[in-house]
């Protein structure tokens, strides 16, 4: 996106486009667009990984760095430019519909990006959300417990996305994955 970095305003022709490519208002992108010149020091265009560690929201986080992932998903370099930084947020903003809130949780939890959370990939998140306040058996304990509880489908010992999705039936997504923008 051809971005002017000399301009605090959006043209009409890019925030049509990041409107269409989103679920954000425009005013919403606004506010957006002056976040990311904030983070963007070097006027570059663009932002690092590292700098997206910054966002507040993001920063007291504990799976911070497995919710970054997300925002790499598609990109071999280290950085998004702003059409790519709407998109990854989008899924946060009260318009985000329902399944795209749960696919990108479920995509947190994948580690492994095998399309299924196995043991290993629960064992991952769980160690990053408790640290070293539980013991390595009491996380073995609840990751045993999680997937034998969610692995209601094939009983094939990982959970699938539809069996995430069962689990997950009566969860606030709407409210634990909604920043206001």
Do not use: C
């Amino acid at each position: 996106m051809g971005l002017s970095w000399s301009s605090s305003q959006l043209e009409k022709d890019e925030m049509d486009e990041l409107v269409g490519l989103s679920s954000f208002t425009p005013d919403q992108i606004h506010r957006l667009y002056s976040r990311f010149r904030q983070i963007d020091k070097q006027r570059t265009g663009s932002i690092a990984a590292a700098d997206l560690i910054a966002i507040p929201e993001l920063a007291m986080n504990p799976l911070a760095f497995r919710v970054i992932a997300q925002f790499q998903v598609s990109m071999p370099e280290a950085s998004i430019n702003f059409k790519q930084f709407v998109a990854a947020l989008s899924v946060f903003s009260a318009g985000a519909r329902r399944e795209q809130k749960l696919a990108f949780a479920f995509n947190v939890y994948d580690v492994d990006g095998d399309g299924l959370i196995g043991a290993s990939d629960l064992r991952t998140v769980l160690k990053l959300m408790v640290g070293k306040s539980i013991s390595d058996e009491e996380v073995r304990v609840l990751v045993d417990q999680t997937i034998a509880d969610a692995d209601t489908v094939d009983r094939d010992g990982s959970i699938s996305f539809d069996e995430f999705k069962r689990a997950l039936f009566s969860a606030d997504l709407e409210k634990s994955l909604t920043i206001e923008f």
